[in-house]
């Protein structure tokens, strides 16, 4: 198996590895000889590139230490949550839920493949970078946290708060949040607090753990 970038790939190819859609399903699965058709739903969903199965590769396997299916579940629970956020969180209790459970498998798989290394190619150029920055942020402190011998309840909470570490974004200025030049002196000042806003919150709001 080997990583194609989209520019690269054609009709015939064999895939390498399941890609999902945005919403966390099951696009195409490993083995599918792709078609312009497929082609086409990859390109949109703004994938920057693929693994296939060809003779050059043969015998070559990538894995990675969580699943493609787990990260974009999560990644689209995680999007979700932030937009709730924004909206006033009216549904916040239903996704912290669903968050918790997404921990728990992101725990269990890296439990699984303590052998393999974290991969960190991402195969999908999201939008929004601030959600695939939390999950890798996630998936990264977890895996720091098994090999520091943390207990399964410790890893959990160190999850939740890695998922969320970012979002106290949503309290901030989105002009000063998505400014692409250098922020001024007092707009850096606001951005520091975006940890403290989302902790403040969560705490005061929601059972999860202080430490």
């Not at 160190?158 to 998505?178: P, Q, R, T, Y």
């Not at 403290?196 to 999860?208: A, P």
């Amino acid at each position: 198996m080997r990583y194609v970038p989209i520019s690269c790939v054609r009709q015939g190819l064999i895939l390498g590895e399941d890609l999902y859609n945005d919403i966390g399903e099951l696009l195409l699965a490993q083995g599918s000889v792709l078609t312009s058709k497929n082609i086409q739903s990859i390109t949109r969903l703004k994938y920057t590139g693929i693994y296939i199965d060809d003779e050059i590769s043969k015998g070559i396997t990538v894995e990675s230490i969580v699943s493609e299916r787990v990260r974009a579940k999560t990644l689209k629970q995680i999007k979700d949550i932030f937009i709730d956020y924004e909206q006033g969180g009216q549904n916040l209790n239903n996704n912290l839920d669903a968050i918790k459970l997404l921990i728990e498998n992101i725990v269990d798989e890296i439990y699984s493949n303590q052998d393999l290394l974290v991969n960190l190619v991402d195969l999908q150029a999201y939008d929004d970078y601030t959600y695939n920055h939390c999950v890798s942020v996630a998936i990264l402190s977890i895996a720091l946290g098994v090999a520091l011998a943390m207990s399964k309840q410790e890893l959990y909470d160190l999850g939740f708060a890695a998922l969320l570490h970012d979002i106290g974004k949503v309290f901030i200025d989105k002009n000063i949040v998505n400014k692409p030049s250098t922020l001024t002196a007092d707009e850096f000042e606001q951005m520091k607090n975006h940890s403290l806003f989302g902790f403040e919150h969560i705490r005061n709001d929601y059972l999860v753990s202080n430490e």
